[in-house]
């Protein structure tokens, strides 16, 4: 029998997630010694074994100064779902599944640095192989295939053009156009579901420019302006208004958020590429931003991303544009949409699936795999990685899929990112962002599929020209060493 999947409501909808926090918070302030205990003891062992695997089996592989993928992906998971989960914990004092909640979200700090340990093994050693370290030592070089991706920015600016004009001239109604046109008028849910009711294409398209051509095209131009000047400093800017225009046009909050999460990633990178440069000038070049002003720049690109995000909340719901409404909003937006949603959704599905008759067992992790099985596809709404693997799988699918996903970044870290160019660090910083989505969304989210399988390819293109370059040259030093005629050899004549 089909279970009844909680539908997971949203915090706009009847300010549920609202209320809910405000009952964990009270419940928190009123909690019990042992309830207390149990998630100092839990989050406690949790952290230290991830130390522990960290410090003496990873050789510091997940250091927080060095972005890798795993590393990246561990920060966002304790901001997102580990610690927050512990306002959950407190939400039904009833109900005994929110101990098999919190431990199972506590667990993934474990598994997941062993899974990462596993993909080292791999590579011969159990701290990151040598080219990674490269990767982060190195400063950004100059090559051939910065100009040679040039092909790769266009073709993603026209698709997205192509996708932008499509989608603006067969839609009915698209919530930006409508908003400065005819503000409010529209209905609610019209505004929120205008790109879902355009069908497949559309949505999958709109969605693909936003998380991957767009990016691209965006921090390519970044970087390009920083390398090389000249006209790529006056092409950044009408790509960044035009990569702000199609990422606001569906009034999805995360969109236009995270084009300012890509700005604070290349800010970053390339901070710490000019520090490279100034270290191997020894200190005659600049050293880039002090950390100051750099943690002001990355809090300010947050803040207006946060400001972003609160208007856009406001204009799906057709509210009043007051300046306090936009502050509250805001902060709403950050509190309760990114930083609480993840952790709130998983914490609805374990109430829904609480033991292990209402499991899955694999029929609600992508609608390909259930067609491969030839079963029904259970869709899940926005569940985390950890709810759809507890949804299928129980403890064995949180546990082991937290191990898998460990391996498969740290793999993806160690055999795809050996040298530092523009294109490989522009691929980079995609990665690491949609990569963290799989915390909002689902184990095989289609969209992190859509987006780490071109990126993936690019890279690895670039690499198999970069080897075949280097076999034509040695064979043409080889044949002009052949063909390089000799001194003659002067006869030496007896005294």
Known sequence: MKPQLLPPPRPATADLLYL???????????????DFLFVVAVLGLALTALLFINEVLLGRALRVKRLTIPSFFVLMYLALMSLPSIVWFYAS???????????SMQSVLVMFP??????????????????????????????????YALRYWLLMIVMAMAVTTAYLTTSSYVPLIGAVTSYGEADVSMVRRAIVAEGVTIHYGHALTARLLLPFCLVYAYYMAH???????????????????????????????????????????????????????????????????LGFYVVALLLVGMLVGGIVSLTQFNKPMDLEI????????????VVLDPSYMAYLYYEEINEPSKFLYGKALHVVVSRALG???????????????WTNFGWFGVLFGSALIGFVLQFIQVSVFDRKTIPALTCYIIL???????????????????????????????????????????????????????????AAHPP
């Open 375 to 389: 079963v029904e596809f259970y869709p899940l709404i926005s569940p985390s990685f950890v709810a759809s693997l």
């Open 20 to 34: 809910v926090k405000e009952r964990a918070l009270d419940n928190l302030r009123h909690s019990s010694l042992e």
């Open 432 to 490: 690491l962002l949609n990569g963290a989505w799989i915390i909002y969304g689902h184990l095989m989210a289609t969209m992190v599929f859509s987006v780490y399988a071109p990126s993936i390819l690019i890279l690895m293109h670039l690499k198999r020209r970069r080897k075949a370059a280097a076999r034509a040259a040695a064979r043409a030093a080889k044949r002009l060493e052949r063909v390089r005629p000799h001194p003659p050899q002067v």
């Open 227 to 293: 390398l090389y000047g000249g006209r790529w400093r006056l092409l950044f800017w009408p790509t960044l208004g035009f990569v702000a225009f199609v990422s606001s046009l569906t009034f999805d909050r995360m969109f236009p958020f995270s084009v300012l999460l890509f700005l604070v990633l290349a800010v970053y990178f390339k901070h710490d590429d000019l520090a490279l440069r100034a270290a191997a000038n020894g200190g005659r070049s600049r050293r880039g931003l002090s950390t100051a002003r």
């Open 114 to 147: 062993l899974g990462v340990m596993f993909a080292n093994a791999m590579f011969g050693r159990l701290s990151n192989p040598p080219q990674v370290a490269r990767f982060f030592t190195v400063p950004l070089e100059k090559t051939a295939d910065d100009r």
């Open 326 to 337: 936009i502050r509250v909003t805001a902060t709403d937006f950050l509190f309760n949409r």
């Open 93 to 103: 004092p009833n109900d005994p599944i929110r101990y098999t909640y919190f431990a």
